[in-house]
């Protein structure tokens, strides 16, 4: 093991994975898009619904279980995967949990914030308090502090989840792990395809791959920023993983790839490769896909083989990164 991965196991973590996720052929699409198709079932992590933020929220409750905290304190949007499944871990280790939600997905219908995450949530006994914006990091970390501050005062230890890119990725952490994961149960994919959001799925993956050793191409699909802004943002988070992890650089910049078209129109909203990926799936291999990140993220598979960045027969592994409570929020925009 590199020394660069290395430094991975050296920082708490909560223990919160059920066990490595499975790879599976998906035998039927593979027929439609000429290539030989694989997913990693990370849907399938285990706790509250599973998903890809429970490996990142290891390291991040990791972190705050060793401060000895009793709440713990997350943004996101209104159906975001990750305060739900932030409130899960809350619920499962003893702590209680504070969402605030974002104002980011505008003109939706009442289900939207009612259903899916945010019912879920509610049953878990989240605290819930809201931000306007829905594009200011450094603001919605700010309210999240004071809050925190607040709590401090009445007798608490908070620890925030921060949301802005000038913070430590420990999320990122998370998917070097899976890296590792997916090497050590199959080494012999020509690409991988993956959600690209806050960037510490798509750029931990990456960098796990990289510290090993693995030069195989992963393809970010943009879910919120187009792909110049997108490939500015990952850099970011390297630079800040470069310095939690005190190593030199792991990933080059030109190594870094992403696909935004199925972007429009927008974060949080359904657009026509979306929403034909979603149904492709359901109805190819009878697994569900998410209309905020793996819908937008699955669409970038057949995306790059029209475009000839993924060649035909090649050996495409695609992440699975949950999510599946946010379709009952969808149903007016899924049209069905």
Same mark, same amino acid.
């Given at each position: 093991m590199s020394d660069r991965f290395a430094g991975v196991n050296k920082f708490p973590r909560a223990k919160l994975l059920s066990g490595p996720t499975p790879i599976e052929k998906l035998d039927r699409l593979s027929g439609e898009l000429g290539i030989d198709l694989w997913i990693k079932r990370d849907d399938l992590t285990g706790l509250g619904f599973g998903g890809n933020k429970v490996r990142q929220l290891e390291f991040y409750f990791g972190a705050a279980l060793e401060k000895s905290a009793d709440t713990v304190l997350i943004t996101g949007a209104v159906q975001s995967n990750y305060a739900r499944t932030a409130a899960t871990a809350a619920?499962?280790?003893?702590?209680? $949990?504070?969402?605030?939600? *974002?104002?980011?997905?505008?003109?939706?219908? !009442?289900?939207y914030n009612t259903s899916g995450n945010v019912l879920l949530s509610r049953l878990l006994g989240a605290e819930f308090m809201r931000y306007p914006e829905g594009e200011d !990091? #450094?603001? $919605?970390?700010?309210?999240?502090?004071?809050? #925190? *501050?607040? +709590?401090?005062? *009445?007798?608490?230890?908070?620890?925030?989840?921060? +949301?802005?890119?000038?913070?430590?990725?420990?999320? #990122?952490?998370?998917?070097?792990? $899976? $890296? !590792? *994961?997916?090497l050590q149960q199959d080494d012999g994919f020509d690409s991988m395809v993956v959600a690209s959001g806050s960037g510490q799925t798509h750029f931990g993956l990456l960098a796990g791959l990289r510290a090993l050793g693995c030069k195989t191409p992963v393809h970010g699909i943009c879910v919120r920023r187009d792909a110049a802004t997108q490939i500015r943002r990952l850099t970011t988070v390297g630079e800040y993983l470069n310095t939690l992890l005190q190593c030199d650089p792991i990933v080059a910049v030109s190594d870094i790839l992403t696909w935004d078209g199925a972007l429009e129109p927008g974060y949080g909203h359904v657009g026509p490769p979306a929403r034909e990926a979603i149904m492709m799936m359901a109805r190819k291999e009878g697994l569900f896909l998410d209309p905020v990140y793996t819908g937008k993220s699955f669409a970038g598979v057949p995306g790059l083989v029209r475009e000839g960045r993924i060649k035909p027969g090649e050996r495409v592994l695609f992440v699975h990164t949950g999510g599946q409570p946010a379709l009952f929020a969808y149903q007016s925009e899924l049209k069905l």
């Open positions: 619920a499962k280790l003893g702590l209680g $949990a504070v969402i605030q939600m *974002e104002n980011r997905v505008h003109g939706m219908d !009442e289900t !990091e #450094a603001g $919605a970390d700010l309210a999240l502090r004071q809050r #925190a *501050e607040e +709590l401090g005062k *009445e007798g608490r230890t908070p620890y925030v989840i921060p +949301l802005g890119l000038n913070n430590p990725p420990l999320g #990122a952490l998370g998917y070097m792990k $899976a $890296a !590792e *994961e997916i």
